[in-house]
């Protein structure tokens, strides 16, 4: 296995506690966030770091930031026995390290580091301090027992685990290394049409036009939910004022459990998808999520943009990275599907899923759409010697 073959990855748990067990837990997270803002106060006063981020060489960030963590350790005044404070001094001083240090780029090896969006709320724990059966997990330093859901049944042994907090609930991610399946990719390109919630197109430019079905009618309750919720939520702050009174607060902490038990319910059908269409393909398009017009009531419209297909591209920029394929975005101001792929006139919108266009072409809204994606991918990156398009009187290649 070579090391530019490696990739990092990431197995999702749900953590269970009991209340003591939170609070434990609780007391680890506020040591870690006090022991990071410390580091980060004190780096800012000695480079004199003012507004922005700065980078700093490694030579002179490394020893400051071990030698306040040495003196923490040796000093008589804190008690860190009941702690996992070695974990919490190796991670604080890790985000250090990634925030401010001045680095040399890796040829040809790319290892991310953890699969948080813009999260704070995190603590990692090395190997040696914790012990992960097959329903449990049990943190050694701290004496914290939980169980996990799902059960782990590969009964996978994780060099690191990830503890983030969320809406006052606990997630574990289990850290492993990979192979990327590098030769397994076709020299073709595709284009990437999401018609409706629950199905994913793919177009290529071997002609072939492939359906993903997500299968969600079982998630139907909790996206209406959300869309109440999200109705309820306007109408209070409307009439408050603009005011988040206890009312609002309630309905937020209701959309975000909401929110959550859909995430994780299509985690695993999206990433299924993500994962079957990088590994096949080295170039892929897609429109951007900003031009996604698929619903027709526009509350559920933003729900389902807001808090699920970004998500999906989320995932895709994730994987497209691991496995070195290139995504291309495509943003005209418009919709891209409106445009007839024969003679490039802009076609008027209507309700039915076939385009009608003054040049004579009928053809499928959604095909019509994964051909000027793949048009204008083609173009964009250069390919239009190397491949050949197999559908005939491809005009609209001319056009971007």
Same mark, same amino acid.
């Given at each position: 296995?070579?090391?530019?073959? !490696?990739?990092?990855?990431?197995?999702?748990?749900?953590?269970?506690?009991?209340?003591?067990?939170?609070?434990?837990?609780?007391?680890?997270?506020?040591?870690?966030?006090?022991?990071?803002?410390?580091?980060?106060?004190?780096?800012?006063?000695?480079?004199?770091?003012?507004?922005?981020?700065?980078?700093?060489?490694?030579?002179?960030?490394?020893?400051?930031?071990? $030698?306040?963590?040495?003196?923490?350790?040796?000093?008589?005044?804190?008690?860190? +026995?009941?702690?996992?404070?070695?974990?919490?001094?190796?991670?604080?001083?890790?985000?250090?390290?990634?925030?401010?240090?001045?680095?040399?780029?890796?040829?040809? /090896?790319?290892?991310?580091?953890?699969?948080?969006?813009?999260?704070?709320? #995190? &603590?990692?724990?090395?190997?040696?301090?914790?012990?992960?059966?097959?329903?449990?997990?049990?943190?050694?330093?701290?004496?914290?027992? $939980?169980?996990?859901?799902?059960?782990?049944?590969?009964?996978?042994?994780?060099?690191?685990?990830?503890?983030?907090?969320?809406?006052?609930?606990?997630?574990?991610? $289990?850290?492993?290394?990979?192979?990327?399946?590098?030769?397994?990719?076709?020299?073709?390109?595709?284009? &990437? /049409?999401?018609?409706?919630?629950? +199905?994913?197109? /793919?177009?290529?430019?071997?002609?072939?036009?492939?359906?993903?079905?997500?299968?969600?009618?079982?998630?139907?309750?909790?996206?209406?939910?959300? #869309?109440?919720?999200?109705?309820?939520?306007?109408?209070?702050?409307?009439?408050?004022? $603009?005011?988040?009174?206890?009312?609002?607060?309630?309905?937020?902490?209701?959309?975000?459990?909401?929110?959550?038990?859909?995430?994780?319910?299509?985690?695993?059908?999206?990433?299924? #998808?993500?994962?079957?269409?990088?590994?096949?393909?080295?170039?892929?398009?897609?429109?951007?999520?900003?031009?996604?017009?698929?619903?027709?009531?526009?509350?559920?419209?933003?729900?389902?943009?807001?808090?699920?297909?970004?998500?999906?591209?989320?995932?895709?920029?994730?994987?497209?990275?691991?496995?070195?394929?290139?995504?291309?975005?495509?943003?005209?101001?418009?919709?891209?599907?409106? !445009?007839?792929?024969?003679?490039?006139?802009?076609?008027?919108?209507?309700?039915?899923?076939?385009?009608?266009?003054?040049?004579?072409?009928? /053809?499928?809204?959604?095909?019509?759409?994964?051909?000027?994606?793949?048009?204008?991918?083609?173009?964009?990156?250069?390919?239009?010697?190397?491949?050949?398009?197999?559908?005939?009187?491809?005009?609209?290649?001319?056009?971007?």
């Amino acid at each position: 296995m070579k090391l530019d073959n !490696i990739y990092m990855d990431f197995e999702h748990f749900r953590l269970i506690l009991t209340k003591e067990e939170k609070a434990k837990l609780d007391r680890e997270f506020r040591f870690l966030d006090r022991l990071t803002k410390f580091l980060t106060k004190k780096i800012k006063e000695k480079f004199n770091i003012t507004g922005g981020e700065k980078r700093i060489a490694p030579s002179s960030l490394r020893p400051l930031v071990y $030698g306040i963590i040495k003196r923490f350790k040796e000093s008589k005044r804190y008690d860190f +026995s009941s702690y996992s404070y070695i974990d919490h001094f190796d991670f604080a001083s890790f985000k250090m390290f990634q925030r401010f240090e001045l680095k040399k780029d890796k040829e040809e /090896v790319k290892l991310t580091n953890y699969p948080f969006y813009n999260s704070s709320s #995190v &603590i990692r724990f090395d190997r040696e301090s914790f012990k992960m059966g097959w329903q449990n997990v049990e943190f050694l330093n701290c004496k914290i027992k $939980g169980k996990i859901s799902p059960k782990n049944k590969n009964f996978r042994n994780f060099r690191y685990l990830y503890v983030e907090k969320r809406n006052n609930e606990f997630y574990l991610f $289990g850290q492993t290394y990979k192979e990327k399946i590098l030769d397994a990719k076709e020299e073709i390109e595709a284009s &990437i /049409v999401i018609s409706d919630f629950s +199905s994913i197109k /793919v177009y290529d430019s071997n002609n072939n036009f492939t359906t993903y079905n997500l299968e969600l009618k079982s998630e139907s309750y909790n996206i209406d939910r959300l #869309v109440k919720i999200a109705t309820y939520h306007k109408q209070c702050l409307k009439h408050n004022g $603009g005011f988040r009174s206890n009312n609002v607060l309630r309905l937020e902490r209701k959309s975000d459990d909401c929110y959550e038990k859909l995430r994780r319910k299509i985690r695993q059908k999206y990433t299924r #998808v993500i994962l079957d269409i990088v590994k096949k393909y080295d170039y892929i398009s897609i429109q951007k999520p900003a031009n996604l017009n698929y619903f027709y009531n526009n509350s559920q419209k933003t729900i389902i943009e807001k808090y699920l297909f970004n998500e999906f591209y989320k995932s895709l920029n994730h994987y497209t990275e691991k496995f070195n394929t290139k995504i291309v975005y495509v943003d005209l101001g418009y919709d891209i599907g409106k !445009i007839c792929h024969e003679c490039g006139a802009l076609t008027h919108d209507d309700s039915s899923n076939i385009l009608h266009c003054d040049c004579g072409a009928t /053809v499928d809204k959604d095909l019509n759409a994964g051909i000027n994606l793949l048009s204008y991918l083609i173009n964009k990156c250069g390919l239009k010697n190397r491949f050949f398009f197999k559908k005939e009187n491809v005009k609209q290649l001319e056009l971007f």
